[in-house]
């Protein structure tokens, strides 16, 4: 069982920044593949980025070069730093755990990009 807790979002303007981080407990966080997911309002929830164990990464096409994902596997949180953000970045993000078949959420954090 994996317990995650989400934190960093709020309202930033166009072209600002902001760094979400994702707390876990619970479990051996080293072997899951963490990642970040976000939905908007009316939208399917859809994979942001991803870092495996072994801190290989990917990222929606979206957000390429704009979005950073990273892991402290001793601290045990995964971390994703955002930057020129734009509307249409605006949604709720949620951490997630994954090992296999098993799925762990966050409740989710809310970010909002508008001026």
């Known amino acids: 069982q994996v317990q995650l807790v989400e934190s960093g979002g709020g309202l930033v303007q166009p072209g600002g920044s902001l760094r979400l981080s994702c707390a876990a407990s619970?479990?051996?966080?080293?072997?899951?593949?963490m990642g970040w997911y976000r939905q908007a309002p009316g939208n399917q929830r859809e994979l942001v980025a991803r870092i495996t164990n072994s801190g290989n990464t990917n990222y929606a096409d979206s957000v390429k070069g704009r979005f950073t994902i990273s892991r402290d596997n001793a601290k045990k949180m995964v971390n994703l730093q955002m930057n020129s953000l734009k509307p249409e970045d605006t949604a709720v993000y949620y951490c997630?755990?994954?090992?296999?078949?098993?799925?762990?959420w966050g409740q989710g954090t809310q970010v909002t990009v508008s001026s």
């Open positions: 997630n755990a994954n090992l296999g078949n098993r799925d762990y």
């Open positions: 619970g479990t051996r966080f080293v072997i899951y593949t």
